[in-house]
């Protein structure tokens, strides 16, 4: 199996920073694309960010500019780091990874519990 953890949200100030980290791990071979998507109450999850095994970003255009999207392959873990947040950057943030596990020949994804990053105004 392969379990995702996510870590790093909270309450800030619009204007601040928060940095969110996401660890993969279990019987994983390899890992294409991770990424953060993010759900606020009543409206449907958008993917945020995301990022290739070679570093290849994409970002949604409200976070051009102020999110950065990076990963450590050897650690498996991506991180999101959120600059000049808003209120409308209050959500719940889910980290999700591409893996091929040992002894498959089938990618999956999976997903992180999620964690709420809340922007006061």
């Known amino acids: 199996q392969v379990q995702l953890v996510e870590s790093g949200g909270g309450l800030v100030q619009a204007g601040g920073s928060l940095r969110v980290s996401c660890v993969a791990s279990g019987s994983i071979f390899s890992i294409n694309s991770m990424g953060w998507y993010r759900q606020a109450p009543g409206k449907q999850r958008e993917l945020v960010a995301s990022i290739s095994s070679v570093g290849i970003t994409n970002y949604a255009d409200s976070v051009k500019g102020r999110f950065t999207i990076s990963r450590d392959n050897a650690k498996s873990t991506v991180y999101l780091q959120m600059n000049s947040l808003k209120p409308d950057d209050t959500a719940v943030y889910y980290c999700?990874?591409?893996?091929?596990?040992?002894?498959?020949?089938?990618?999956?994804?999976?997903w992180g519990q999620g964690t709420q990053v809340t922007v006061s105004s």
């Open positions: 999700y990874a591409d893996v091929l596990m040992f002894g498959s020949s089938r990618w999956n994804d999976y």
